[in-house]
């Protein structure tokens, strides 16, 4: 049975951050919000989990596309080759917000993704998500939860999210009702960005 927790976007209450964060930190899976749809997450940095999030997914650990999200840039280059300053600019101006971005993976990637060329970052647009990451020192991995409802891509009712996945987490954040519109991807990693996928987030800003 997952544990099921309300969390205010506006102003997360530390104390439910803390408990979402000790989860993490043994090995849990949650379910959290962000500024796009709801996310299926774990720490980057323990194994079990991860390997729990890809057997759930049903692909292999070290061919997975998980993103890695962050509280902000500062912790980028622990995972990513160093960028120019070109780079550096657009990650300014659209983050935090509803994109991801594919960069270049540096040489010190956890483990299970040290031979992926690329590495996903999202840093949303979203205090839970912001606070946890903040809280737990280090980026969490996440992939979206598709809904297999072809109308509704993505479960965007807390409370449907916890029937489903009851079983499978350790911990559903209900942050009030999710968007079902994915982010936009963009590839940064060669010389031009390329849109991988349009999604939530506006191609205005590049």
Partial sequence: MAEFVRIYEENPNPKEISKVVKVLKR????????DTVYGLGCDITNLKALEKVARIKGVKLDKANFSFVCHDLSNLSDYVKQIDTSVFKILKRALPGPYTFILPGSKSLPNPFKKKKTVGIRVPNNNIALEIVKQLGNPIISTSIHDEDEVLEYTTD????????????????????????????IDLSEDEPVVVREGKGSLEIF
Avoid at 27 to 34: K, W
Avoid at 162 to 184: C, Q
């Fill in 158 to 185: 807390p409370e449907l999210i916890l029937e489903k996945w009851d079983n499978l987490v350790d911990l559903v954040i209900d942050g009030g009702y999710g968007d079902n519109e994915a982010s936009t991807v």
């Fill in 27 to 34: 090995g849990g899976l949650i379910i959290y919000p962000t």
